[in-house]
C-alpha cells in the first residue's frame, strides 16, 4: 500500500527552465510534507517543507505547492541548474508518527 | 562529528551469515529510523524508534530483521541469515520528535551502509 507516490521514474529540463516535481498521497491524516534531495552515495538531504495548513511554501528557487482536496503536493525549481541533478523524493507524515517517503523521481537538468 | 553516523560504510557478506549495522544519531534527537534503498527503487520504511515509546516495526521485511536502540541513542540493525534480495543501502535517519510545535519533522540523515551478499 503506496500512502505516497511519485508517478514519474525520471524528468528531463533543459537549464534555466521550470522543473515540476509531483507527488500524491493517500492518507488524509499527513500533515506535514516535505522533499529531499539526494546525489549518489550519500544520504538524502533535506529541501524543503510545507505544514497542512499552508498551500504554498517558497525558499529561494524551490517553491512546494499543497493541494489538500486533491491529496497532491508539487515541487517548483526555477531556474533549474544542472547542479540540481538528482533523485527527489517527496515525504509525509503525521505528528508523532513514522515518515514515509515516495519512489523518489529523478531530474535530469541538461545545460 | 554533529550528523549521522553510520558505521560500516560497505560490507560485503556471503549468504546466510549475519550483519550489524550500526547508526550513531544526531545528540538530542528522539527519533531515529531506519530505511532502505534497493538498487533502483525508493526509501523503503524499515523501523522507527520514538523516545521510550515501543518502536514502529511495521517495516521489517522478516523475522530475520531486527533492531534496538540502547540507552535511546546508538542503534544497531541486525540481519540474520542474509539473503541476495537483502542486499540493498541501508539508511539512518534522526530527528527531533513530531509532536514539537516548532519542529519541521526533518529528517537528518546519514550516508548508509552499502549491503551486498553473494
Known amino acids: 500500500d503506496q500512502q505516497v507516490k511519485q508517478n514519474s521514474p525520471s524528468l528531463s529540463v533543459q537549464e534555466g527552465r521550470i522543473s515540476i516535481l509531483n507527488c500524491d498521497y493517500t492518507?488524509?491524516?499527513?500533515?506535514?510534507f516535505l522533499w529531499y534531495k539526494k546525489y549518489p552515495a550519500e544520504g538524502p538531504t533535506f529541501l524543503i517543507s510545507i505544514s497542512s495548513i499552508k498551500d504554498k511554501n517558497e525558499d529561494g528557487r524551490f517553491t512546494v505547492f499543497l493541494n489538500k482536496s486533491a491529496k497532491h503536493l508539487s515541487l517548483h525549481i526555477v531556474p533549474s541548474q544542472p547542479g540540481d541533478s538528482a533523485v527527489y523524493f517527496c515525504?509525509?507524515?503525521?505528528?508523532?508518527?513514522?515518515?514515509?517517503f515516495g519512489a523518489g523521481t529523478r531530474l535530469f537538468v541538461k545545460a | 562529528g554533529a550528523g549521522v553516523s553510520q558505521s560500516p560504510s560497505n560490507k560485503v557478506t556471503e549468504k546466510g551469515k549475519d550483519v550489524e549495522l550500526r547508526c550513531d544519531p544526531i545528540?538530542?534527537?528522539?527519533?531515529l529510523y531506519w530505511y532502505r534503498q534497493s538498487l533502483g527503487q525508493g526509501l523503503e520504511f524499515l523501523i522507527y524508534?520514538?523516545?521510550?515509546?515501543?518502536?514502529?516495526k511495521s517495516g521489517l521485511p522478516s523475522d530475520r530483521f531486527s533492531a534496538e536502540r540502547t540507552g535511546g541513542s546508538v542503534s544497531t540493525l541486525t540481519i540474520q541469515r542474509t539473503q541476495q534480495e537483502d542486499s540493498a543501502v541501508y539508511l539512518c535517519?534522526?530527528?527531533?520528535?513530531?509532536?514539537?510545535?516548532?519542529?519541521?519533522?526533518?529528517?537528518?540523515f546519514g550516508e548508509g551502509s552499502r549491503l551486498t551478499v553473494l
Open positions: 492518507n488524509s491524516m499527513f500533515d506535514y
Open positions: 545528540s538530542g534527537h528522539t527519533a
Open positions: 535517519a534522526s530527528s527531533f520528535f513530531l509532536r514539537a510545535r516548532t519542529n519541521t519533522g526533518e529528517l537528518f
Open positions: 515525504a509525509a507524515s503525521a505528528r508523532g508518527f513514522k515518515t514515509i
Open positions: 524508534f520514538q523516545g521510550n515509546s515501543a518502536p514502529d
